[in-house]
T-cell receptor, first 110, second 112 residues
């Protein structure tokens, strides 16, 4: 069964610095991963994705890195801004469903 | 930009009552989903739906749950006899082929 784990429930970063969010996975048949961002009282919003043919994908301030041998991915946000404060979910896309990690609450301090 | 819309935003019901949560997916999307998030926990998959039938369902999605696409636009989740532990945020999502899921803003279900 697909499993996605985010072992850090929270992260606090100073504005302007780099935020690094981590995610580990097991039993993935489909090496396609996504990051979602969630504000309170809203649904998750797609942020960035990466597939197994790449080890890095960049979109503006957001970069996702995939290490297939370690079954690990990370999301880098640089520079971090106050509006980035949210819960970030790593997810693995399976054939019929998206499986989420537990989420990491990112707080950007001014 | 097109959105997934969910109604109501908050539903309060008594234990044992039936509830129907409603969703209007993005119009050209073909795949539909329901997820839920119990307070403080992860977002959990309930069911996926494609071509007018369930593609996959989780262990949570037992006989008390059902989904329907009654017309070309709505996608509903019915819970026949609600339990206290059904209290959660329920998120509807849809996607096009090869694209990420787009989520609605959820319905908060409170079972008393």
């Amino acid at each position: 069964d697909q499993q996605v784990k985010q072992n850090s429930p929270s992260l606090s970063v100073q504005e302007g610095r780099i935020s690094i969010l981590n995610c580990d996975y097991t039993n993935s048949m489909f090496d396609y991963f996504l990051w979602y961002k969630k504000y309170p009282a809203e649904g998750p919003t797609f942020l960035i994705s990466i597939s197994s043919i790449k080890d890095k994908n960049e979109d503006g301030r957001f970069t996702v890195f995939l290490n297939k041998s370690a079954k690990h991915l990370s999301l880098h946000i640089v520079p971090s801004q106050p509006g980035d404060s949210a819960v970030y979910f790593c997810a693995n896309q399976g054939a019929q469903k998206l499986v989420f990690g537990q989420g990491t609450r990112l707080t950007i301090n001014p | 930009e097109p959105e997934v819309t969910q109604t109501p935003s908050h539903q309060v019901t008594q234990m044992g009552q039936e509830v129907i949560l409603r969703c209007v997916p993005i119009s050209n999307h073909l795949y539909f989903y329901w997820y839920r998030q119990i307070l403080g926990q992860k977002v959990e998959f309930l069911v996926s739906f494609y071509n007018n039938e369930i593609s996959e369902k989780s262990e949570i999605f037992d006989d008390q749950f059902s989904v329907e696409r009654p017309d070309g636009s709505n996608f509903t989740l019915k819970i026949r006899s609600t339990k206290l532990e059904d209290s959660a945020m329920y998120f509807c999502a849809s996607r096009d082929i090869g694209a990420p899921l787009h989520f609605g803003n959820g319905t908060r279900l409170t079972v008393t």
